[in-house]
């Protein structure tokens, strides 16, 4: 595992940051799970909050695929879309919060196995741009 300032790299094709939010879990939830909500810090998003929902992300086709496991509150993993040339077969972004004193831990891993040379080398800029 390396570690950075900014999140760490558990292999070749995974990083995970982890950041305390001063916000209620149920808060931070409705940021990560409400496509207005995602829209306002990230980019547009729709998805069928419930386990084997679809999701897609930007405009134009994005980034695709269903969400896997579904924790209301406390874990949301959105795999990639087999099949799909922008999405790696295998990979999957997840949300994991809990309560900590003062607000809300989140843990965001994001695993990428297809990007060449890992995450750590990678060309579109997919582990920097988190």
Known sequence: MTETG???FIDAATVQFERIFPH???????AITEPAQIAAWFEPMSLDLAAG????MGTGGGWMGTITVLEPL???RFDHAAGRPDCDPGGY???ELEPVVGGTRMRFT???PGVAGGLARDPNGVAGGW
């Open 53 to 56: 929902g679809a999701w897609q």
């Open 93 to 95: 972004f997840q949300y």
């Open 6 to 8: 900014f999140g760490r």
């Open 110 to 112: 994001h695993h990428l």
């Open 74 to 76: 406390r874990r949301v």
């Open 24 to 30: 209620p879990v149920a808060r931070v939830w409705r």
